[in-house]
């Protein structure tokens, strides 16, 4: 069973869209269940996330966790952007249903993915950022093989 906040960001998901000229873009997917996000940032010059949407093909969780994740960044600052785990995600949504916590993990990995972009494309470096995976489900074995 879904939470009443999961049920509500799939039916009226937040942010929905692209940004043209953004700061930042990340697209991540997980080629196990085939779902695809892609993140959209607009950074100002103060390193303030000014605005953030997204476009996501796939599962309900998957809009949830992708809705709910550009609430949680909007107005931070990059290094507070980075802190979003999919933990967070999961926490604000009320939880999920164990068989869809990679929809939260795909959520994580799409911010990543466009703070690595803008840090790329203004040639900075953002401290404790790594390049993000394209696929998450090899994240996802990797983290099976760390147990």
Request: charged share 30%; glycine share 8%.
């Amino acid at each position: 069973m879904y939470s009443e906040k999961v049920m509500d960001h799939f039916n009226n998901p937040r942010n929905v869209g692209e940004i043209e000229n953004a700061s930042g873009v990340g697209t991540v997917g997980n080629a196990k269940c085939g779902d695809i996000m892609r993140m959209y940032l607009d950074i100002d010059d103060n390193g303030i996330i000014q605005d953030c949407k997204f476009k996501t093909f796939g599962c309900g969780a998957a809009v949830a966790t992708s809705s709910m994740a550009t609430e949680l960044v909007k107005g931070k600052t990059v290094q507070e952007a980075l802190q979003v785990t999919n933990k967070a995600v999961m926490e604000a949504l009320d939880g999920l249903p164990p068989i869809k916590v990679h929809c939260s993990l795909l959520a994580e990995e799409a911010i990543h993915a466009a703070l690595w972009d803008y840090a790329e494309k203004h040639n900075i470096k953002i401290e404790g950022l790594e390049k993000p995976v394209n696929d998450i489900s090899e994240k996802e074995e990797e983290e099976e093989e760390d147990y």
